[in-house]
């Protein structure tokens, strides 16, 4: 060994003893403001090359590695997916360049937001938020600058405690923290109903939106059995009881069944579903009908009775009840395909908590459907369902199983020009398109690359036995040319 090897190896040594000292289980940590800080993505690895400005200064006295990653993920992940009409004003993203700088000059809204960086980027690789250390340092962090900021007695609230607090809110809802979801949620409430006119600007109207957004999925917060399961059988409430039609339907309801998209007409008049259903569906047609239109269209007139937050709480009150397998899955999908819309049509907040237990349910059916016409609803059912799902911040990277079924099942489903055609039959939103297009084809990539896979594998078996065949026979036919020209060398 030379004189140069040895030197390092002796370096190595040192360095393994020194981390050792430090981190004597020699472990990644789960404490992210520590040196042992992780990478939140591939596309970061450069400290502060993707940040918006690599020189910003932070309000707090040290910023970690793990801070700084996690400003990294709400600028170039967190942000853009949050991004909806409502939230970009001229083309601006405003959680760029609104609040971000609000919360790089106070110290009580950056921590809440590197508290809810990390409850997003935690949620995303499956891991229980609770458990992580630098969220739970953070959001104390937060909770306590903002106590302090409401203790005293002539605080009035300012921009920063909304934005907080509205940070928060979306943070307790990403980890299931229903108490303290309720807590910012109600506070929240009364803060702006007490707001002026005088006082609305663009912070207020984003706030305003948010809350608005999480009253909608707040019953989704209900551990077991949720508060719309108890209201479901009260006087006065739309629906609380299946009524099935028999053959030939009545001329009223044939009337009613006409008003729905084709798909759902032929699944209506196949009997699968009951009349309070479909009368919610021909509710629910009218509604998409009117988003589609252009502002122009649209008139106080013409608005529908239902809104999609009605919907989406019947949709709830529906689930609950004692639904056939067809409608199950149907009232699972347009549920999902609900909480998307609205998603997309105001503020955006992740979805992943309300929407879990629905894809658990859904993706579990009791058979597939022979009928075509319940077939192509299942197709489109799959794919609401799956893209609602692909599309959230928090959501874990699943497979759908159902998808996958549908596209080997289906026939249509073989091509994305024909799929789009049997999904138009139903609830289409053309906002939507793209992002089911992209839905369908990474299933379809999927689906080739398992066939592609099986055909290769099986390739390879029938090589493996035709092998073992030509082995076996060539000894045997060794063997018998032996014992022939024994008896001639005895002879």
Known sequence: MTDRQGELMRRRERRASTLLSRNPLQLPTSDDDSEYSRCPSPLLTINSGYRVDPFTSYPVAEASRGVRYMIDYYTQVWAPQQA??????GERNTLVTTILPLALQNEMLFEATIAMSRAAWVARRGSEPLNDKMLLRHRG???SDLRSSLSGPHQRVSTYVLLTMSTLLTMNYMINDIVSFRVHLHALEKMLQATNHKEENEIVHFVRGRVLAFGVLASFLQANQPSYATRVNEPGHRISTLTYPGHPFPPDLCEIVSKLPEGFSEVALSGSIAIELISFLVKLTELVT?????????????????TMQRAIYDLQCLSVLPLTSTEGQ?????LAFCLHVYNEMSYRIPLARPLHPLLEVFDNPAQFPRSPWLQRCL???SIVTASAWDTQ????PRTHYVLEKSLNQVPEARSWEETKEVMQKFFWVGSLEEQWEICWRAAAFRRFRQRRGASQIHAVSELLQSDRAQTSETPSSHSHGRV???PQDAE
Do not use: H, N, T, Y
């Open 290 to 306: 009117w988003m589609s239109l252009s502002p122009s269209q649209k008139s106080d007139d013409s608005q529908p009775e239902l």
């Open 379 to 381: 197709l489109w059912s």
């Open 84 to 89: 909806s009409a409502s939230s970009i004003v």
């Open 141 to 143: 962090k937060a909770m």
């Open 330 to 334: 149907i009232v699972r999908a347009v």
């Open 484 to 486: 022939k020209s024994e």
């Open 393 to 396: 911040i928090d959501a874990v």
